[in-house]
Nanobody, 115 residues
Framework: QVQLVESGGGLVQPGGSLRLSCAAS????????MGWYRQPPGKQRELVAA???????NYADSAKGRFTISRDNAKNTVYLQMHNLKPEDTAVYYC?????????WGRGTQVTVSS
């Protein structure tokens, strides 16, 4: 079992920045692909960014150039740094850990971009 706990969400004005954190209950980054997903109101959950065990990253087109996924192995924590936030970035952001058919989700953290 892996527990994932997100933090760092909140209300931010357009153009602002936030850093989301996802703390894992144990050391998993050497075996699990880590990802950040989001679910806007009334829409389906979508991938925002992913980080492989080898350190490769993948971003949704909407996130490229504005968001950065990273990890701190010593802290068992994955981050999503978000800059130049837009109202359409408003969503619940979820942390995900995946290894083959095993997948774990956090409970999510709300990000609201509004003036």
């Amino acid at each position: 079992q892996v527990q994932l706990v997100e933090s760092g969400g909140g209300l931010v004005q357009p153009g602002g920045s936030l850093r989301l954190s996802c703390a894992a209950s144990r050391t998993i980054f050497s075996t699990y692909v880590m990802g950040w997903y989001r679910q806007p109101p009334g829409k389906q959950r979508e991938l925002v960014a992913a980080l492989t065990t080898g350190g490769y990253t993948n971003y949704a087109d909407s996130a490229k150039g504005r968001f950065t996924i990273s990890r701190d192995n010593a802290k068992n924590t994955v981050y999503l740094q978000m800059h130049n936030l837009k109202p359409e970035d408003t969503a619940v952001y979820y942390c995900n850990a995946q290894l083959s058919i095993l997948t774990y989700w956090g409970r999510g953290t709300q990000v609201t971009v509004s003036s």
